[in-house]
T-cell receptor, first 115, second 111 residues
Framework: AQSVTQLDSQVPVFEEAPVELRCNYSSSVSVYLFWYVQYPNQGLQLLLKYLSGSTLVKGINGFEAEFNKSQTSFHLRKPSVHISDTAEYFC?????????????FGSGTQLTVLP | DGGITQSPKYLFRKEGQNVTLSCEQNLNHDAMYWYRQDPGQGLRLIYYSQIVNDFQKGDIAEGYSVSREKKESFPLTVTSAQKNPTAFYLCASALTDQPQHFGDGTRLSIL
């Protein structure tokens, strides 16, 4: 079984400042890792994914994340945020193979970008 | 354009009523999923289906039912047995070993 912890439920940040949204996971097997973004009253949109290879993953909208196996973390970063980045962000994991291939989600981090 | 369509966007249910949420995809994905989203709790898996005519319970299946008669369609019925149905419901689909794509959700409220 897997679990995902997003340590911050709310992150306020000023426009053009950098931001880091933290994600830690627990799993007895290797996992694939994902970050999704959700705008109000919409579904989830994939920001980026880590399957294998380089531990630094670049996604859409200028976001990137770094997989750290020893710390079981997959933190999301952006060097300079915009008002339009205000949304809820979800970290998720799933096993690479197996009967279910289900996603396990964290509880989400609400990013609010202030003018 | 391919995608996932959930309808209706807003749905109201009276006490004791069953309601059915629609989810249709034209992405030719084999797997489909239903999630429930409550504030501060992230997404929880209700049911999933990997092939037509087969589906599995997720973590919170009690009070819900599904069917998968066609590859494109995976409707969710919220039965009267579900005591706290007010939530945002999200449908997703995926190809094997690929990330899930999500619909825009249905918000269910109790009158």
């Amino acid at each position: 079984a897997q679990s995902v912890t997003q340590l911050d439920s709310q992150v306020p940040v000023f426009e053009e400042a950098p931001v880091e949204l933290r994600c830690n996971y627990s799993s007895s097997v290797s996992v694939y890792l994902f970050w999704y973004v959700q705008y109000p009253n919409q579904g989830l949109q994939l920001l980026l994914k880590y399957l294998s290879g380089s531990t630094l993953v670049k996604g859409i909208n200028g976001f990137e994340a770094e997989f750290n196996k020893s710390q079981t973390s997959f933190h999301l970063r952006k060097p300079s945020v915009h008002i339009s980045d205000t949304a809820e962000y979800f970290c998720a994991v799933r096993p690479p193979s197996g009967s279910a291939r289900q996603l396990t989600f964290g509880s989400g981090t609400q990013l609010t970008v202030l003018p | 354009d391919g995608g996932i369509t959930q309808s209706p966007k807003y749905l109201f249910r009276k006490e004791g009523q069953n309601v059915t949420l629609s989810c249709e995809q034209n992405l030719n994905h084999d797997a489909m999923y239903w999630y429930r989203q409550d504030p501060g709790q992230g997404l929880r898996l209700i049911y999933y289906s990997q092939i037509v005519n087969d589906f599995q319970k997720g973590d919170i299946a009690e009070g819900y039912s599904v069917s998968r008669e066609k590859k494109e369609s995976f409707p969710l019925t919220v039965t009267s047995a579900q005591k706290n149905p007010t939530a945002f419901y999200l449908c997703a689909s995926a190809l094997t070993d690929q990330p899930q794509h999500f619909g825009d959700g249905t918000r269910l409220s109790i009158l």
